[in-house]
């Protein structure tokens, strides 16, 4: 069974910033794709950002140039270094992995960001 270990989540002032991370529980290059997705109350889940195994990376239009996924070869893990929050960044983020037809979810962690 595959385990998605998120941490970095917490609560930050509007214009500050913070660092998810995302370590699965085998090597990362296994999967095909790995990102970041976003809940926030009342809204459905959105991608956040992506990366796949070639490094190609997608943003959503929302953060495109605040965002950034990376992979830290060292650590496992797949980042997500978030500069500039905005109130409407406030959402549960969901790290995913995906491999061949089979989908993978952490478990969340929370980002807060006050106005």
């Known amino acids: 069974q595959v385990l998605l270990t998120e941490s970095g989540g917490g609560l930050v002032q509007a214009g500050g910033s913070l660092r998810l991370s995302c370590a699965p529980s085998?090597?990362?290059?296994?999967?095909?794709?790995m990102g970041w997705y976003r809940q926030a109350p009342g809204r459905e889940r959105e991608l956040v950002a992506r990366i796949s195994v070639g490094g190609r990376t997608n943003y959503a239009d929302s953060v495109k140039g605040r965002f950034t996924i990376s992979r830290d070869n060292a650590q496992n893990s797949v980042n997500l270094h978030m500069d500039n929050l905005q109130a409407e960044d406030t959402a549960i983020y969901y790290c995913?992995?995906?491999?061949?037809?089979?989908?993978?979810w952490g478990q969340g962690t929370q980002v807060t960001v006050s106005s």
């Open positions: 995913r992995a995906t491999s061949l037809a089979r989908i993978y």
């Open positions: 085998e090597n990362m290059y296994n999967f095909n794709e």
